[in-house]
Nanobody, 113 residues
Framework: QVQLVESGGGLVQAGGSLRLSCAVS????????VGWYRQVPGKQRELVAS??????TNYSDSVKGRFTISRNAKNTVYLQMNSLQPEDTSVYYC????????WGQGTQVTVSS
């Protein structure tokens, strides 16, 4: 089993920044990648950014150049979000890909105009 705990969401004005954290614990040796996803009511959950165990990163077109995914040596994955816009408002989830995809509980990000 893998446990994911997100933190760092909140309310920010347009143009501002937030950093989300995802603490990964448990049976992490089989994980291939960790990603940040977001979902608004009535829409599918979408991938925002991901990072593999080898450090390769991938971003959705909507966040390229504004968001940065990274990780530290203690199994925490970060999402630095700059130049936030109202359309970035969503619940952000951390997801880890192993035998199955594991999910955190989500953290709300609200960007006011």
């Amino acid at each position: 089993q893998v446990q994911l705990v997100e933190s760092g969401g909140g309310l920010v004005q347009a143009g501002g920044s937030l950093r989300l954290s995802c603490a990964v614990s448990g049976s992490i040796f089989n994980l291939r990648a960790v990603g940040w996803y977001r979902q608004v009511p009535g829409k599918q959950r979408e991938l925002v950014a991901s990072i593999t165990t080898l450090g390769s990163t991938n971003y959705s077109d909507s966040v390229k150049g504004r968001f940065t995914i990274s990780r530290n040596a203690k199994n925490t994955v970060y999402l630095q979000m700059n130049s936030l816009q109202p359309e970035d408002t969503s619940v952000y989830y951390c997801g880890a890909d192993g035998v199955v995809r594991y999910w955190g509980q989500g953290t709300q990000v609200t960007v006011s105009s």
